[in-house]
């Protein structure tokens, strides 16, 4: 079948155009996905720790089973030395890099973000600090009573090189409905301009799966790529569908499942034309599906993320080391590239 020039000539494809992927049979998409892709006949990983810091937060997310309200995880909160030694194992396991994510709450402050990074960032100066949310970062600003600017400003001054985009659908109607506490799209897309000023990085990120129209996922793609045309900071794109198990949308949605997630991941690899990678994201659906992904645009399996607790409270306990990953990659048919936080290539297998 012959495809109109638009989506095979690899130029940029309007909001209209993206419309029309929405019935466009799996393996077109997967094709026209496919010749997007970046990282030629290698594929990445990241050897990192998840250090999901508390659960305790205000924002009580409906779609969120980790919060200490879903009543799935007791309320807990880590020390800032249980969060070094966590640190400190991450590197003597080969880690290169820790993320840092937890809940809204008046106790994390940004000056404990800013004194629990510089210990970390003296101790390991090589380990690459890829910490708080966006929405994380916001709540930071509002307590401190600073600019959101600002409050990026200190976090990289105190050891912070990037941060997760963690966007969950960038549509206000969906916000609104189902996290008014987390920041809003206006904020969110502050934080990356502050993030640009200071030269740092972040991955722009897609929970799907939450009772959206197709539209509304477009609409979504729209605000990343806009962003990134205004600033340049994503490394990466990453799209996953939500776990409603345990969650306060149960019994509204469904699970996407597998194909809803390959299609939207290709869909989002041929609208966004100026990120270079895209990860398929193993630990809700899996690294046999992920395997899959690097066929339909991915050219990335992601971090190892020892730990990660926000997924498994939703009840999907994924794991994967990096032996399981440079072998998902492999038979895809792809060489195993380990990277760092910068998506540069620390060796090849
Ligand atoms: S998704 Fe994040 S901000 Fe929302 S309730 Fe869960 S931990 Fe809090």
């Given at each position: 079948m012959q495809e109109p020039e638009k989506f095979s000539a690899g130029a940029r494809i309007s909001r209209a155009d993206a419309l029309?992927?929405?019935?466009?049979?799996l393996f077109k998409l997967a094709r026209l996905a496919a010749s997007r892709r970046a990282g030629g006949g290698t594929a990445g990983y990241v050897v990192n720790r998840m250090i999901?810091?508390?659960?305790?937060?205000?924002?009580?997310?409906?779609?969120?089973?980790?919060?200490a309200k879903a009543g799935v995880v007791p309320p807990f909160r880590l020390s800032d030395g249980e969060i070094f030694d966590l640190c400190a194992d991450a590197v003597e396991r080969g880690g290169v890099q820790i993320m840092l994510q937890g809940g809204l709450h008046p106790d994390f402050t940004l000056e404990w973000a800013q004194r629990l990074l510089s210990r970390v960032k003296s101790a390991f100066p090589k380990l690459w600090l890829h910490v708080f949310s966006p929405s994380e970062i916001v709540w930071f600003a509002r307590g401190a009573g600073v600019s959101i600017a600002e409050a990026v400003r200190r976090l990289k001054a105190a050891g912070a090189d990037s941060v997760p985009?963690?966007?969950?659908?960038?549509v206000e109607r969906v916000r609104g409905e189902l996290c008014p506490g987390k920041c809003s799209v206006g904020e969110w897309r502050e934080v990356m301009r502050a993030l640009a000023e200071n030269s740092m990085s972040s991955s722009a990120t897609m929970t799907f799966g939450?009772?959206?129209t197709f539209a509304e996922r477009i609409e979504h793609l729209d605000v990343v790529r806009g962003t990134q045309d205004e600033t340049?900071?994503?490394k990466a794109f990453i799209a996953w569908p939500v776990?409603?198990?345990?969650?306060?949308?149960e019994r509204r949605v469904e699970r996407a499942g597998a194909v809803e997630f390959l299609r939207t991941l290709a869909v989002a690899r041929i609208y966004l034309?100026?990120?270079e990678h895209m990860q398929s994201?193993?630990?809700?659906?899996g690294l046999k599906v992920a395997e899959v992904a690097l066929l339909f645009g991915a050219d990335d399996v992601g971090g190892?993320?020892?730990?990660?607790m926000v997924v498994r409270a939703a009840g999907i306990d994924n794991r994967a080391t990096a032996e399981n990953m440079r072998a998902a990659i492999r038979s895809a048919g792809f060489r195993p590239r380990e990277r760092g936080g910068l998506y540069e290539t620390l060796r090849e297998f």
């Open positions: 029309e992927l929405e019935s466009a049979p999901n810091y508390s659960n305790v937060c205000a924002a009580r997310c409906k779609f969120c089973a980790y919060h985009g963690a966007a969950d659908l960038l939450m009772g959206e340049g900071v994503f776990s409603p198990e345990r969650t306060g949308i034309d100026n990120i994201g193993w630990l809700t659906e190892v993320l020892m730990d990660e």
